[in-house]
């Protein structure tokens, strides 16, 4: 009787070691002894890679939605009565008040190097951060350049700690056959340069190497001209993206203020990028915010992409 209450005991620590849940966290680890019942999700793509995987009754709260973007009916519906804890970035007492596991953000998504809410500002109330990945370069120089891996890792972390793999492996699996089929069509065609734009300013705001923009351009048979740029999303000047001469633009549309077309027009009445291929033959297309962070609706937006600067193949 000893020996089978000694191996029983065996038996169930081995069970209570199996059931950590452990995934990777910007080159950390980030452990669970269970699925988390109540997180909070910041942002429009991360929300919808949690709706996509069916975690509305997990979700507690989302934060920094309303306060920059216009939702779309679909994304209403989907959300039912979660509330919004803070239209823009959340402070630590929005996310306390209701008592989350765990909160679903980034670096300059949800939370700044140094500001009020952190993963280290968060633990000491028990709440664990899944940080998104395309953001750790903000804190780690030593990352890889932009792939789709982005997203699809994103989701197989997300689906591995919520208790929901199979489902993440069944999204992941129909993404890339959907990017197999766009890359082999476009594979033997000549790669136009690709300039993004996130709206009119001084110095132009776009994607470096590290943003999944990067790695949507080449997939969609681009060649990003700021690639070069070492880091996700930055600044860089009017002078050098005119001199790269782009012969297709991709326009963030905010969906408020005159949205993508004001921003063409405004490059149509710029001194330097009104000479450029793209501007004067009018090759643009606009994205919302959630096609151009990693999300869901990457896939989708890769197919615009695609279609618009190759419309011969599509």
């Known amino acids: 009787m000893k020996t089978l209450w000694s191996t029983a005991i065996v038996l169930g620590l081995a069970g209570a070691a199996s059931a950590e849940i452990s995934v990777?966290?910007?080159?950390?680890?980030?452990?669970?002894?269970?699925?988390?019942?109540?997180?909070?999700?910041h942002d429009m793509n991360m929300t919808d890679m949690a709706f996509a995987l069916g975690l509305q009754d997990k979700i507690v709260g989302l934060t920094g939605i309303t306060g920059w973007y216009k939702t779309s009916p679909d994304f209403d519906t989907q959300r039912g009565d979660i509330p919004e804890l803070a239209p823009k970035y959340p402070t630590?007492?929005?996310?306390?008040?209701?008592?989350?596991?765990?909160?679903?953000?980034?670096?300059?998504?949800?939370?700044?190097?140094?500001?009020?809410?952190?993963?280290?500002?968060?633990?000491?109330f028990g709440i664990k951060t899944m940080v998104l990945t395309e953001s750790c370069v903000h804190m780690d120089k030593d990352r890889p350049e932009?792939?789709?891996?982005?997203?699809?890792?994103?989701?197989?972390?997300?689906?591995?700690?919520?208790?929901?793999?199979?489902?993440?492996?069944?999204?992941?699996?129909?993404?890339?056959?959907?990017?197999?089929?766009?890359?082999?069509?476009?594979?033997?065609?000549?790669?136009?340069?690709?300039?993004?734009l996130d709206g009119p300013a001084?110095?132009?705001?776009?994607?470096?190497?590290?943003?999944?923009?990067d790695a949507m351009i080449a997939a969609a048979g681009g060649t990003?001209?700021?690639?070069?740029?070492?880091?996700?999303?930055?600044?860089?000047?009017?002078?050098?993206?005119?001199?790269?001469?782009?012969?297709?633009?991709?326009?963030?549309?905010?969906?408020?203020?005159d949205g993508a077309e004001?921003?063409?027009?405004?490059?149509?009445?710029?001194?330097?990028?009104?000479?450029?291929?793209?501007?004067?033959n009018g090759r643009w297309i606009g994205l919302r915010y959630e096609e151009l962070t990693p999300g869901p609706a990457n896939i989708d937006a890769i197919q615009k992409v695609a279609s618009a600067m190759h419309p011969d193949l599509f």
């Open 262 to 280: 004001g921003t063409f027009k405004f490059l149509q009445e710029h001194p330097v990028m009104q000479h450029t291929d793209a501007v004067k």
């Open 92 to 124: 630590v007492e929005n996310l306390v008040a209701v008592s989350p596991e765990m909160f679903f953000a980034g670096w300059y998504y949800g939370m700044k190097p140094g500001g009020d809410v952190t993963p280290d500002t968060l633990a000491p």
């Open 24 to 41: 990777d966290n910007c080159g950390d680890t980030l452990t669970f002894d269970k699925s988390p019942e109540r997180i909070v999700v």
């Open 146 to 196: 932009a792939t789709m891996d982005l997203l699809f890792d994103d989701v197989t972390r997300l689906g591995t700690v919520m208790g929901v793999s199979e489902k993440a492996d069944e999204l992941v699996s129909g993404w890339k056959e959907q990017l197999a089929a766009i890359e082999a069509k476009t594979a033997d065609q000549a790669k136009p340069r690709v300039f993004l």
């Open 202 to 213: 001084d110095a132009p705001f776009t994607a470096g190497k590290f943003a999944i923009p």
């Open 224 to 257: 990003n001209v700021t690639h070069d740029m070492d880091t996700s999303w930055g600044r860089s000047s009017w002078e050098a993206v005119a001199a790269s001469n782009p012969e297709f633009l991709i326009l963030l549309d905010y969906s408020n203020g």
